[in-house]
């Protein structure tokens, strides 16, 4: 059956929540995913656009940093989402050496590097999960069906249990969905808290080396 790029993106965000349960509580069940996992981005980023893209990567960063799986999974994973391209998107740090570059040859500091991915990062963080307060409400109403494992012994029949059983589906989809979306919420504030922190240092330089230049000509003016 074919399903909207989106809700694949929230049954890898729901994939996400398990991997890492299980690896530690399980990791047997972790590396015999791997396999799935590959085939899983392979197929979502072939029928996705750019900004799932940008959320699958965001889960690869992840894993990645939390050594989820080992380094060759993690390329097979990186080939399934970014194919054969030579030139890739550039990691932060690579960024971060571009503009520590820039900032020390800058004569103005009214060009400071990266302004522009600054002020989309701020604006990208208005939608972020946390401020969401439709999923808030959402997540705040789901039925106490789906949270009182106690209420399972009130399941008489068959066409109760299946009611109970799509509730709890959809339930973990919401839940997978916020959850994925917080994991990139997180990333994001941290990568713009080091651009901040980049920023604020290279225009403390360039005003120090203004100042300096400042206190020179004032000197030759006495």
């Not at 225009?203 to 000197?219: C, D, G, I």
Request: proline share 3%; glycine share 4%.
């Amino acid at each position: 059956m074919w399903t909207k790029p989106n809700r694949k993106l929230t049954f890898l965000y729901l994939a996400n929540d398990v991997i890492q349960n299980s690896k530690r509580k399980g990791p047997e069940f972790t590396k015999d995913f791997a396999p799935v996992i590959v085939e899983a981005f392979k197929h979502v980023s072939s029928e996705t656009d750019e900004s799932c893209k940008k959320h699958l990567g965001r889960v690869l960063s992840i894993w990645e940093e939390r050594s989820v799986y080992e380094d060759d999974v993690l390329d097979q994973l990186k080939h399934a989402l970014y194919g054969d391209k030579k030139t890739r998107k550039r990691t932060y740090d690579q960024i971060k050496v571009d503009e520590n570059e820039n900032c020390s040859s800058l004569g103005s500091p009214s060009e400071p590097p990266q302004t522009l991915d600054l002020v989309r990062a701020l604006q990208d963080l208005e939608n972020a999960a946390s401020g969401d307060a439709a999923v808030h409400q959402r997540i705040a109403s789901l039925p106490v069906e789906v949270q009182e494992v106690s209420l399972l012994e009130k399941i008489t029949d068959k066409e109760s249990g299946e009611r109970l059983s799509k509730m709890v589906e959809d339930a973990c989809m919401l839940l997978a969905d916020y959850n994925g979306r917080l994991a990139a919420e997180i990333d994001d504030r941290k990568q713009l808290t080091r651009m901040l922190a980049d920023f604020l240092r290279c225009q403390k330089e360039a005003l120090a080396e203004k100042e300096h230049k400042l206190e020179v000509r004032n000197l030759f003016l006495l």
